[in-house]
């Protein structure tokens, strides 16, 4: 019988580890946000992560813009985040408006203060296995929730579905650095079904609907769902379709309760881990 992996159930664990350890600090871990865009998704979001950071007992400050925001004045308070010493995490929300450098306002960030880990030094730093200041929290939160579950990855066939800088890609490093061997597939693949068959791990990060069906997955294979989409009713439904699939796969995760959680989680870790650098601990 397949068993779910419980994102949420995981995911409080990590918070509530957090919410004690910061309990103890004189001084709080401070993540600072940036929300320009007018997309609805990136404003609750944006919410989540706001309210998961007050609850566990860090210090969060939201700065949001309209779309008269300019690049000039994003590059200012991006400066006064890097060399404010309280700030221990800048994160801007994805995607931007479009008339703003979504590449050039990540460079600025400070590699140190990336919480997201989408600066080029720490892409660089985890392509190379070289202890990156942080690493990207879905992949992250992928891993974790893995680990949680006592799935071995070392070893194992992983295929990623999508290619994004976000996700598919920082993922198969992240996978390769545990000793994977990672098969990256995406929009352009042919004959997607023989290599997700082929996983004993499955991964899908597209954002369609019921791209991964069961003739495309090995008996036993853990599958993980990280797509999102917003249906017409409002409910939401990820990549697999988990009503067939969960009858072939060993583990896989809902949709939603599964990923989601667990990069809120990682954010928050990530805060954490960069605040102690910072502060030599």
Known sequence: MVQILDGKITATKILEGLKQKTSTLSKKPYLAVIL???????K??????EKTSNSIGFKSCVYRFDKNITQGELIKLIHELNQNPDIN??????????????NQILNLIDPKKDVDGFNPINIGKLNSNDNPYAVCCTPKGIVNLLRAYNIELAGKHAV???????V????????????????LA???????????????????ATGTTNLITSDMVKKGAVVVDVGIVRMPNGKIKGDVDFEKVKNIASFITPVPGGVGPMTIASLMENTFELYLKQNGI
Request: proline content about 3%; glycine content about 4%; hydrophobic content about 35%.
């Open 89 to 102: 995490g800048v994160l801007v929300q994805l995607p931007l408006y479009s008339h703003l450098d979504e």
């Open 44 to 49: 609750i979001y944006v919410n989540s992560k």
């Open 186 to 204: 995406h929009s352009k693949t042919k004959n997607l079904k023989a290599i997700t068959k082929t996983a004993d791990i499955l991964i899908s």
């Open 168 to 183: 598919g890609k920082p993922l198969c490093s992240l996978l390769t650095n545990e000793d994977a061997t990672v098969t």
């Open 36 to 42: 320009a865009n007018d997309d609805d998704s990136s």
């Open 160 to 166: 990623v579905v999508g290619r994004s800088n976000i």
